[in-house]
């Protein structure tokens, strides 16, 4: 799996997650749907059948052991990186910045900085608080709930990655009271959150009103997941 660095690391993670998993298959399609590989790509790199891959899924084949598994990672890494290698670097950033693939989705720097209606324009939000700033310098992906109840106020800041001018995306959100809330133990405040998952009419009334105080552009978006992410890596 070659030498250190976020390759070896992503590895190792998906390596251990599959192996001690209660449901190795379900982990196994876990990442492979997280990596967009059908079992079709996989089965075709690791030079198996396409029902190899599905029976180790579903359950069907006994759990694989840790030379598959090996196996398995290998080509769902060797396939990201023939494609460009983006899930690789997305995973990495998360790594690197000591996060949870589960808790930050991505984590990114831009070039240089970006226009926020850009932003907003690319994933399909609507901005219900005009904030502080028009232009960004990164974002972060966060599972809202993941977040909430795992992470320290300390590793809350840390979502920031190299700067606070950016935009906190927080998923699973059903009206967005938890989040708001969450963002006043944050000093300074983020300068831009969209919350997804939701139109403006399910927003928590008082979420716009926080936003205000707190000085922070806020928008909504019900953009699939995955689309948003690819949207956002296109900034870069």
């Not at 190792?12 to 399609?29: V, Y």
């Not at 290698?85 to 589960?102: K, M, P």
């Not at 070039?111 to 700033?133: F, I, K, M, Q």
């Not at 405040?189 to 105080?213: K, M, Q, S, Y």
Request: hydrophobic content about 35%; glycine content about 8%.
């Amino acid at each position: 799996m070659g030498g250190r660095g976020p390759k070896r690391e992503l590895a190792e993670k998906i390596a251990g997650e599959i192996t001690l998993s209660d449901d190795p298959g379900a982990t196994l399609r876990k990442w492979r749907t997280d990596f967009d590989t059908s079992q079709t790509d996989l089965a075709a790199e690791l030079d198996v059948s396409s029902s190899v891959i599905s029976d180790y899924e579903s359950g069907r084949r006994e759990s694989p052991g840790i030379g598959v598994v090996g196996r398995l990672v290998d080509g769902l890494l060797a396939i990201d990186e023939r494609r460009g290698g983006n899930r690789i670097r997305q995973y990495g950033r998360v790594l690197s910045a000591g996060f949870d693939s589960d808790v930050v989705l991505d984590l990114r720097e831009y070039p240089s900085s970006v226009r926020l209606s850009e932003v907003y324009d690319n994933v399909g939000a609507t901005e219900v608080v005009d904030g502080h700033t028009d232009r960004i310098n990164g974002h972060t992906v966060i599972d809202s709930i993941e977040a909430i109840t795992r992470l320290s106020s300390e590793e809350f800041f840390r979502l920031y990655g190299q700067s606070t001018n950016r935009v906190l995306v927080f998923t699973s959100v059903t009206r967005g009271e938890a989040t708001a809330v969450a963002l006043r133990v944050l000093n300074p405040t983020p300068n831009a959150v969209i919350l997804h998952g939701l139109d403006e009419a399910d927003l928590w009334p008082h979420a716009a009103d926080l936003a205000r105080i707190d000085g922070y552009s806020l928008a909504v978006t019900s953009t699939p997941l995955e689309e948003l992410l690819d949207e956002l890596a296109s900034l870069e």
